[in-house]
């Protein structure tokens, strides 16, 4: 079993809808990161937080330290958030371990 | 703002050539990283290094080997390229431990 886990792994929505992205983890954590990386692969931090929660513009980010749980949100999504998310723990001094991703596809 | 550039967007290689993918940031960070990604594996560390000449193994670190001579600089080599090597390789860096990481635009390399 992974360390990190992301859900959905894919998920495909309409332009507006609102959309969760899950992230569970197993291990002792210092914070957590949100990665979005769009096709070509270039990876672009979205928000790192050890506790509560975190907003920018569409974006609201929360995690429950208790549940080892994050959840990154997106409100009125639109065609450009089309991208892989990634969530990422920070277990120690240097080490980031990855989820796998979660592939968001916007529908005009 | 942070930028880490990378040498190329795009590289094939034949097996057995020596590969150099070469990282840059320019913002005086102390920690930079190399990884590999693969469809269903996420990212995974290679090597890491936390200072100029530093440098540590992460989780995957066989057949390659790393070099920092200058701060701003962190190389990624390929002694003897083999097609399981064929990945996409992202470069981070950060100011120092604890503080969050920035990538570049990952090099993917072909290996055939």
Redesign the interface.
Known sequence: KNE?EQSPQNLTAQEGEFITINCSYSVGI??L?W?QQHP??????LF?LSSGKKKHGRLIATINIQEKHSSLHITASHPRDSAVY?C?V?SG????I????TRLKVLA | DVKVTQSSRYLVKRTGEKVFLECVQDMDHENMFWYRQDPGLGLRLIYFSYDVKMKEKGDIPEGYSVSREKKERFSLILESASTNQTSMYLCASSLARYYEQYFGPGTRLTVT
């Open positions: 990190v210092s914070a990161h990665l070509g692969g270039g990876i672009v931090s790192m990634i990422a920070r001094t240097y080490k980031y990855f989820g796998t991703g």
